[in-house]
Nanobody
Framework: QVQPVESGGGLVQAGGSLRLSCAASGRTFSMYGMGWFRQAPGKEREFVASISGSSSHTRYADSVKGRFTISRNNAKNTVYLQMNSLKPEDTAVYYC????????????????WGQGTQVTVSS
């Protein structure tokens, strides 16, 4: 199993960039698909991006396509979310999660979740 821990959140102005990191414990990190989700105040948690264990497949929500990039470094047991051209509507708590099913998009397919990191985009 893996235990994800997110970092890299913060306050940024609209149009700016942030890179989130998610370090996961466990010797089988490369066997897991990894995903990023987010939850804004008063809203349900939503899918942002996911990546397969070998990085061969990535998937993005339409709302972030072209602005966010997910990547991973299996040697460092870390997955990243590069966020560019940030908008106020990207403000949310961002969660990292691990799945045995690859680059999937639904919450119930993820078994291990981090505690989340806050991203706030000011206008």
């Amino acid at each position: 199993q893996v235990q994800p821990v997110e970092s890299g959140g913060g306050l940024v102005q609209a149009g700016g960039s942030l890179r989130l990191s998610c370090a996961a414990s466990g010797r089988t990190f490369s066997m897991y698909g990894m995903g990023w989700f987010r939850q804004a105040p008063g809203k349900e948690r939503e899918f942002v991006a996911s990546i397969s264990g070998s990085s061969s497949h990535t998937r993005y929500a339409d709302s972030v396509k072209g602005r966010f990039t997910i990547s991973r470094n299996n040697a460092k047991n870390t997955v990243y979310l590069q966020m560019n051209s940030l908008k106020p509507e990207d403000t949310a708590v961002y969660y990292c999660a691990a799945s045995e099913y690859g680059a999937v998009v639904t919450e119930y397919e993820y078994d291990y979740w981090g505690q989340g990191t806050q991203v706030t985009v000011s206008s």
